[in-house]
């Protein structure tokens, strides 16, 4: 029995993008879960594969300008801005 590929980056981009195109409505909560289960149905092990990874990869997609924030979970802005009002 040969071992499961571990996913590089790329290979998250390519699932990240099937997952927002197969379920456009998928809630934040449910996206690593989603993208998790699509690297496993492809071959890929992902054990290893951590929520704080997916979420890298998918910040540097929308901050690329690869993606639309969809999720709407990237912040805009330089260090410390969260986009508040300030008076």
Do not use: C
């Not at 690297?39 to 690329?64: I, N, P, Q």
């Amino acid at each position: 029995m040969s071992k499961k590929p571990y996913p590089h980056n790329t290979d998250i981009k390519e699932i990240i993008l099937e997952v927002l195109s197969k379920h456009p409505l998928v809630k934040p909560e449910e996206f690593v879960d989603r993208v998790k289960e699509a690297l496993e149905e492809k071959g890929f092990f992902v054990g290893l594969v951590t929520a704080k990874r997916v979420w890298k990869v998918y910040e540097d997609m929308v901050k690329g300008g690869d993606i639309y924030d969809y999720l709407g979970v990237v912040q805009r802005g330089g260090s410390g801005d969260r986009g508040e009002n300030v008076f």
